[in-house]
């Protein structure tokens, strides 16, 4: 049933533009397929009812009346003789449409059905065509040396694990799967506001118990909420620094894929060299830095006094930080190794932010913000991706950490996969899924998100997110439901009940809320944003120079500046340069560090400048954190400790 689901799965995963095609085919079919029912019904009824009529008019001629009766009679009986030669020329017209729209609708289904065999046969020889490609590397890359040891990646955790073997690709294609078999472990009904002011303490519930709590708490998460929509209305007015609104439009440059693309089926995405025709002019670091689109909800975040409240909008910044995606399929240009990136938005929105790439191989990058309005965000995000002919699969390793000054709360939570669809044929689109436990480690409560995967057979939105958040014990008291492109809304628990057993056998969770309401919202795109990279505000401000900053910033790195101004070929010729120039650096660390290992001494090759390997308290993890230092150097202007990245020498 796995696999069929998945080959009902890579059926419907063509471009957006297709499905909706299909979808609105089917529904003028099934439409017209009914107006043609009810014409037929008319049909039999008009000719009834004429017929009927003509009997009566007759039967009233062959009374015996007055003169002057059979006059009207008469009069009647000829505009009844019209009206049934102009039903007839209409049941003849409607008969020939019917005939018409009959034909013309088993030609559509032929076409549909000659359509959908022809993409099959097409995804079925590429795919044929990428596992050979496969095949004939792995064979390549074993053949020199088969006594190597299995490949190892280090996480962001700092634990070492065995990666999957390339010849997984049977474990990978399980990621897919039919959503329609896939049910929600809840289901979410009304409750009803006067008959819950009642409610007695043996009923479970967001109140604890007390009858009236539920309409102070969710008062409190109101006020919380439109305090924040205030305090962002009042930041508007505020006199802050004018940043760009555009950048030069995206150049229209052809390019072979697939002279590229067969020679990177099973690699890591981060050993091939791609040209800047497949990127976007900003860096990873800068996207990770994006994940701040939306502080506004750690700020009123911060303002809460209930542990569970502030959960939710955790939550809602965690999907947020996905809302930029849906449109970006362009990929960041890699980090080089020492490269820095910084966002001073303290006067505009009350916070700073440094990202730092710590490693190459595998690509990590580490990122610290700290809001003088009462949170620290950190997080050290490595990036493990597989191409596998058809799509391209992204998973981001490590742990997010977000703290809170007032309540001492520390959150942590991970990333979901990401995955790039149609990469050879058809128009690329990008897919989240997979599932977020954001834990609070001080009072135990958590938020269970499960970001629901695209399938074609799924009668629920796209891109669908829903959630749970329940305290230590594992009481449900908020519902999140939303998508990852759009918004989330929250729903207070008022009583829960056990279901009847789902289809699987598992037995389902009734959850009786209250009415949702708005926990966050995506912003517009600017205008002309579709020329423009799909930029959001904040992502077009990233790249725009400033005064100040380390000479390691992304801002200064020429071939991402070249793309940006739209000289696609010098750019290509600076990436190559620059990915030579750290190579040839990396050389000669290693061949420094030859020595001292082999006189037994253990040798760091490197370390990072403005973090530090360090063992969480709360979680365990070894991380890479904000060892400080960064801000101060840029008030003295004092960069002598940062290395060389970008120049020429």
């Known amino acids: 049933m796995e696999t069929q689901g998945h080959l009902y799965d890579d059926s419907g995963d063509e471009e957006s533009t297709s499905q909706s095609d299909k979808s609105e085919i089917h529904s003028t079919l099934k439409a017209l ?352 991706s597989k191409f596998r002919g058809k799509y391209l699969s992204i998973m981001p390793l490590g742990s997010i950490h977000c703290l809170f000054v007032n309540s001492g709360n520390h959150y942590t939570w991970k990333k979901v996969n990401t995955t790039v669809h149609n990469i050879i044929v058809g128009k690329l689109w990008i897919d989240q899924s997979g599932e977020i436990d954001i834990i609070n480690h001080k009072t135990g409560d958590k938020c269970h998100l499960k970001f629901a995967p695209y399938s074609y057979f799924s009668r629920d939105v796209a891109r669908k997110v829903t959630g749970v958040v329940t305290d230590s014990s594992g009481k449900a008291h908020f519902i999140l439901s939303g998508t990852w492109d759009e918004k989330m809304d929250y729903s207070r628990v008022m009583q829960s009940t056990r279901g009847e057993n789902g289809a699987e056998g598992r037995q389902k969770t009734v959850y009786q809320t209250l009415r949702a309401k708005d926990l966050w919202r995506r912003n517009p795109l600017p205008e002309n944003a579709e020329n423009m990279y799909y930029f959001s505000n904040l992502a077009l401000s990233l790249n725009e120079e400033e005064e100040g900053v380390a000479p390691t910033d992304s801002r200064l790195r020429p071939d991402q500046r070249m793309m940006e101004n739209g000289h696609w070929d010098e750019a290509n010729s600076e990436k190559q340069r620059l990915e030579e120039k750290q190579r040839a650096v990396r050389r000669k660390r290693e061949s420094e560090a030859v020595k001292p290992e082999e006189e037994g001494a253990h040798v760091d090759t490197y370390k990072a400048l403005w973090f530090e390997r360090k063992e969480d308290p709360v979680t365990g993890e070894v991380t890479n954190v904000y060892r400080g230092g960064y801000w101060e150097a840029k008030e003295k202007q004092d960069w002598s400790a940062c290395p060389d990245v970008f120049s020429a020498s």
């Open 33 to 384: 397929s009914s107006k043609l029912e009810d014409l037929s019904t008319c049909n039999d009824l008009i000719g009834k009812h004429g017929a009927a009529l003509q009997r009566s008019l007759s039967e009233l001629e062959s009374l015996k009346i007055p003169a002057e009766s059979g006059d009207k009679i008469k009069s009647v009986h000829e505009r009844a003789t019209l009206f049934r030669i102009t039903s007839n020329a209409m049941i003849n017209a409607c008969r020939d449409f019917l005939e018409l729209a009959e034909t013309h609708s088993r030609k559509w289904q032929r076409a549909l059905q000659y359509e959908r065999e022809q993409r099959i046969r097409l995804e079925e020889t590429i795919e044929q065509l990428a596992k050979q490609h496969n095949s004939l590397e792995r064979a390549c890359r074993q053949a020199p040396a088969l006594t190597n040891t299995p490949a190892v990646s280090s996480t962001a955790t700092g634990c070492v694990r065995p990666l999957k073997g390339e010849a997984s690709d049977e474990d990978e294609e399980t990621e897919y799967f039919d959503a329609m078999e896939d049910a929600p472990a809840f289901i979410t009904v009304a409750a009803d506001h006067k008959q819950h002011r009642h409610l007695g303490s043996n009923q479970s519930g967001a109140s604890g118990g007390q009858p009236n709590d539920w309409n102070l708490e969710d008062h409190v998460l109101d006020c919380q909420h439109q305090a924040g929509c205030n305090e962002s209305a009042g930041k508007e007015v505020m006199p802050r620094k004018k940043r760009r609104t555009r950048i030069p439009d995206k150049p229209n440059y052809s390019l072979n894929l697939w002279s590229i693309m067969k020679n990177c089926i099973g690699k890591e995405l981060s050993k091939i060299p791609m040209p800047v025709n497949f990127n976007e002019p900003i860096s990873m670091l800068q996207r990770l830095t994006e994940d701040l689109e939306y502080s506004e909800l750690l700020d009123r975040a911060a303002k809460c006094e209930s542990s569970l409240e502030q959960l939710c909008y955790v939550a809602a910044f965690t999907v947020s930080s996905y809302s930029t995606t849906v449109f970006r399929t362009g990929k960041p240009f890699n980090p080089l190794l020492g490269e820095t990136f910084e966002l001073d938005r303290l006067e505009e929105s009350g916070y700073r932010s440094l990202c730092e790439q710590v490693s190459h191989h595998p690509p990590a990058a580490a990122h610290h913000a700290e809001s003088k309005r009462g949170w620290t965000l950190r997080q050290e995000i490595a990036i493990a």
